[in-house]
């Protein structure tokens, strides 16, 4: 005998009945569901529910069966028909033994539809199954009014009802934006028979469609913007689809033609159906074209309908995983863009992720980040050649075990080559605000820190510069101020006072020659020039400085051609060049100037004809670490013969600045304490002619 329900179990069926009931999905799909929940009350076989979108209630009827045990024995409407002629519940017992329960749906003092329910002729429906029915008639009405004067899934046939439940299972699997969109334009292609349609989301705060899907125009509907990107935006305003987003309404278009709204994608439309997907706002819209005036008719607008319903809640899915798909995205691309090194690690020290620059700061090669990857325990043996202090980063690391929670910062210094490279060690947290381990940011400060020492050493050099020909012009002007003296007295400390502002002012001199190389301010004034008349008129300038100590032997070829160049500044890099010879070989020797017409080349030098001249002393020399360093700002090498003999450190970089302006180059070869050779080259007039 089949158990009826207990009293105890009638509440929450009714609860579950309620929420089913006041769901989004169609209707028919709403019942199915429905009859699922009252079998759990009721021990029923089948169950048929039918219902009337309007009055009189011959004109429209629709029908949803329950058949969970596969019975193939057919509905007899005889129930049906005495329930609505007496308004009241009614059972009767068929052939085969099987009961026949009827009940009406009415609320308002109108009939909205009738519930039936088959089982054995042991099924009965007591006081308390009837309490139960009574209880779900005005929420079954409520759930038909709300479906009625809608284009939903009352209009279905049963095929499209079964098509909706298909639909409905393979729309509860995660789809992206992409797939899902084309997943329903196909469907409503499919079942409409429209040649043509698209899916266009909805932006309300931009005012703006966006086009998603789209097939069947033949065209691509995309323009390109000047960078050949696809323009996917367009604004609401324009086109049925737009109207359709700001108003939340259907439209069916049966003759485009007619309607001012319209915006042509394919000369041969001629009917067009828009309908919104959600509601207040929508989501997004479907839109489906055809040539044939008649090609959507009551059918077609309701599947359309039902297939938009039912979509809302899976394409709310994807916005938000799409959304959530982007975010990751512009935060991917961040991270890798990052010219910081970052790595995401967790509270072991494991390495979760890097970006491309972790690698280049460090200089490791691509492979070396192997999985797993712990830090320090592996990162320190592959910087371990570098580092200076191995054991401060380990204890960066130590201390990050110790104190999680805290932000810890080192600055790293590697060899071969030079870098200092700042490091970073911050705590991660994760939605709950607990700790999951650390994130460490890395930046190469070795310009910057250059930066400071650069400013800190010309700060040191200016002012030691100033400060040696200041004092002397202070204090014989304040002997000649002072006292009487000779003429000849007074004329040797004029003298001096003259030279000692003559270098002040070669130094300013430098310090505006940089600033102006540097901003591109230095323009040539370039002449087919003689270097043999430009050294003979120098050394002729350079007899009274050069001590006896020194001796200067010049070499220049008989034949040589004149050069490209700007007299003047070839002359100033002479200068600097001989005078740093004399300054830096304190213990006199021999000044070579070696002129070579057809000289060999370095393997970089630029393509063309020209002289190399070659200046050579006896001095200190440079060692070779030093040597690639020597034409930087204000680069002086530091020993005491450096510190002893002075200078700003700009007269090398000038040079260079100058040789290259010309098209030439310059370099230097230099032993230590046995001499240095300098080389710079300058273009042949005659060959520039001929270029």
């Not at 279905?156 to 699997?173: F, H, S």
């Not at 250059?450 to 204090?475: N, Q």
């Not at 057809?598 to 030098?605: N, Q």
């Not at 020993?639 to 700009?650: A, C, K, V």
Request: proline share 6%; glycine share 8%; net charge negative.
């Amino acid at each position: 005998m089949y158990a009826l329900a207990r009293t105890n179990a009638a509440l929450p069926v009714v609860l579950n009945a309620s929420r089913l009931l006041a769901g989004d999905q169609a209707l028919a799909a709403r019942l199915t569901r429905l009859f699922e929940v009252l079998h759990q009350a009721i021990a029923f076989h089948d169950g048929r529910m039918t219902w009337w979108r309007r009055e009189p209630i011959a004109a429209t009827t629709g029908e949803q069966c329950y058949a969970p045990n596969g019975w193939s024995i057919p509905w007899s409407d005889d129930v049906l028909r005495e329930v609505i002629g007496r308004g009241k519940p009614c059972q009767h017992a068929s052939l085969g033994s099987v009961c026949h329960y009827g009940a009406p749906i009415a609320w308002n003092n109108r009939l909205w539809g009738v519930l039936e329910l088959r089982g054995s002729d042991q099924m009965t429906i007591g006081d308390e199954e009837q309490a139960l029915i009574d209880a779900l008639a005005p929420l079954l009405a409520a759930a038909i009014a709300s479906d009625q004067g809608t284009n939903g899934a009352s209009n279905l046939t049963m095929r499209q009802q079964r098509v909706i439940e298909a639909l409905r299972a393979e729309l509860e699997a995660p789809l992206d934006l992409s797939n899902l969109s084309t997943f329903l334009l196909r469907w409503a292609l499919d079942a409409t028979g429209a040649e043509a349609g698209a899916i266009a989301l909805v932006d309300r705060e931009r005012g703006e469609l966006v086009l998603q899907a789209y097939e069947g125009y033949g065209a691509d509907l995309l323009s390109r913007d000047a960078l050949g990107e696809a323009r996917r935006r367009r604004s609401w305003e324009i086109g049925v689809a737009g109207k359709v987003a700001r108003t939340s309404r259907a439209i069916l278009l049966r003759d485009v033609s007619r309607d001012p709204d319209y915006q042509a994608l394919n000369p041969e439309v001629r009917a067009e159906l828009a309908v919104p997907i959600g509601v207040d706002p929508p989501l997004a819209v479907l839109l489906l074209d055809s040539p044939r005036s008649a090609a959507f008719g009551d059918g077609e607008v309701a599947f359309v309908n039902a297939l938009c319903d039912l979509a809302v809640n899976p394409l709310r899915r994807a916005l938000h995983y799409q959304q959530l798909l982007e975010t990751s995205a512009h935060l991917g691309q961040v991270f890798a863009s990052m010219p910081n090194g970052l790595v995401l690690m967790d509270q072991q020290g494991r390495v979760l992720r890097y970006n491309p620059a972790w690698l280049t700061i460090w200089g490791l090669p691509p492979d070396s980040m192997r999985d797993p990857f712990y830090v320090p325990l592996d990162l320190v043996p592959l910087l371990l050649p570098r580092l200076r202090d191995p054991l401060a980063l380990t204890e960066l690391c130590a201390e990050g075990q110790r104190s999680p929670a805290e932000v810890q910062s080192l600055l790293v210094r590697l060899t071969n080559p030079h870098q200092e490279l700042m490091l970073l060690s911050a705590p991660t947290r994760d939605s709950f605000g607990s700790l999951t381990g650390r994130l460490w940011i890395v930046s190469d400060v070795t310009r910057e820190r250059e930066a400071d020492r650069l400013k800190s050493e010309f700060l040191s050099i200016v002012s030691h510069e100033l400060r040696t020909p200041l004092t002397s012009i202070m204090g014989y002007t304040e002997l000649l101020l002072a006292r009487d003296f000779t003429p000849g007295e007074q004329r040797e400390f004029i003298k001096t006072v003259y030279d000692e502002a003559n270098h002040l002012y070669q130094i300013v001199e430098d310090l505006l020659g940089v600033t102006r190389l540097e901003a591109g301010n230095v323009r040539l004034d370039r002449w087919a020039v003689s270097l043999r008349q430009i050294i003979s008129d120098l050394t002729a300038h350079l007899n009274n400085q050069i001590s006896g100590k020194h001796t200067m032997l010049i070499d220049i070829p008989p034949h040589l051609p004149p050069v490209y160049a700007d007299r003047d500044k070839v002359r100033q890099v002479l200068l600097n060049l001989i005078t740093n010879a004399v300054k830096y070989s304190p213990n006199g020797g021999e000044i070579r100037l070696i002129v070579t017409d057809h000289p060999d080349l370095p393997p970089d030098h630029p393509k063309g004809q020209f002289v190399r001249i070659a200046i050579s002393d006896q001095g200190i020399g440079i060692a070779p670490e030093d040597l690639p360093r020597i034409w930087e700002r204000f680069y002086r090498v530091d020993n005491g013969n450096t510190r002893r003999i002075g200078g700003t450190g700009l007269g090398l970089s000038i040079a260079k600045a100058l040789v290259e302006l010309h098209g030439g180059r310059i370099w230097a070869e230099s032993k230590l304490n046995k001499g240095s050779t300098f080389y710079f080259t300058l273009p042949v007039a005659t060959d520039l002619v001929r270029r």
